[in-house]
C-alpha cells in the first residue's frame, strides 16, 4: 500500500505565504513525477505545478512567479510554496506522485486527501 500525506494547509491573508508538504511512504520502489492540483468550489480539479524525477517544473500560468515546487528524493516528500497569495487561491490542494511499486514494471497514480488553503482578502 502507499499513502501521501499532505500538511501545510490553512488561513491566511492576501499577500501571504504558507508552505505545503506532502509525503509519499508504504511499498515504494521508485517515485517519477510528483505534482500539486488544487480544486475551488464548483471548479474543475486543476494543474498548479508538477516536477519530475529529474527535477524538471512546470506551472500554471496563474501561479507562474509566485509559488515553488521542489522535492526532497529521499524523503519521497514535494513541497510547494505559496508567496503573494490570492484570494483565487483559495481552493482544496491535492498531491499527487507517480509511483512504481516492487515488482511491478509501471508506476501508478496516487492522490493526496487534500489540504484546505483559504486566502482572504
Known amino acids: 500500500q502507499v499513502q501521501l500525506v499532505e500538511s501545510g494547509g490553512g488561513l491566511v491573508q492576501a499577500g501571504g505565504s504558507l508552505r505545503l508538504s506532502c509525503a509519499a511512504s508504504?511499498?515504494?520502489?521508485?517515485?517519477?513525477?510528483m505534482g500539486w492540483y488544487r480544486q475551488a468550489p464548483g471548479k474543475q480539479r486543476e494543474l498548479v505545478a508538477r516536477?519530475?524525477?529529474?527535477?524538471?517544473?512546470n506551472y500554471a500560468d496563474s501561479v507562474k512567479g509566485r509559488f515553488t515546487i521542489s522535492r526532497d528524493n529521499a524523503k519521497n516528500t514535494v513541497y510547494l510554496q505559496m508567496n503573494s497569495l490570492k484570494p483565487e487561491d483559495t481552493a482544496v490542494y491535492y498531491c499527487?506522485?507517480?509511483?512504481?511499486?516492487?515488482?511491478?514494471?509501471?508506476?501508478?497514480?496516487?492522490w493526496g486527501q487534500g489540504t484546505q488553503v483559504t486566502v482572504s482578502s
Open positions: 499527487n506522485a507517480d509511483i512504481q511499486q516492487p515488482g511491478t514494471a509501471w508506476s501508478q497514480r496516487y
Open positions: 508504504g511499498s515504494i520502489f521508485s517515485i517519477n513525477a
Open positions: 516536477c519530475t524525477s529529474g527535477s524538471s517544473t
